[in-house]
């Protein structure tokens, strides 16, 4: 099975993360951050993490969900293969950063390269309004939803 555990605060991240969801099928549980728990990581076989960059760091509910779950799967998960997909207002690179240094403790495996969807949200209003997320986003992360969970059915990761 494949986690897709997300946080969204304006709806991108949210929709981002239904659409790996989809793309995986009955292969795939949808799971809040703020609903997480190390059982969930424990039950997996791959992750793809969904959420906002926030002030060049990934979302505080994400954050807090590693600090809730790191010691309780270190040395329980190693190997596994892992995506992420950021919601992004200009850049993504610092939540990208963030998770990828978190996750190297655990020993994931990268299977994908980072998905960072630019929303050009530059204002203050712009930043806290609900978004949209194109099409060509949603389709690319039905497609990162749809191969994660092939390789896994496959035996690949």
Known sequence: MLAVIWHSRTGAARALAQAVHEGAGTASRLIAAADA???????AQGYVFVCPENLAAMSGLMKEMFDRCYYPALGRIEGRPYATVIAAGSDGQGAQRQIDRIVTGWRLKRVAEPLIVNLGAQTPAQIMAAKTVPESALLQCRDLGAALAEGLSLGIF
């Open 37 to 43: 728990c190390p059982q969930d990581l424990l039950d």
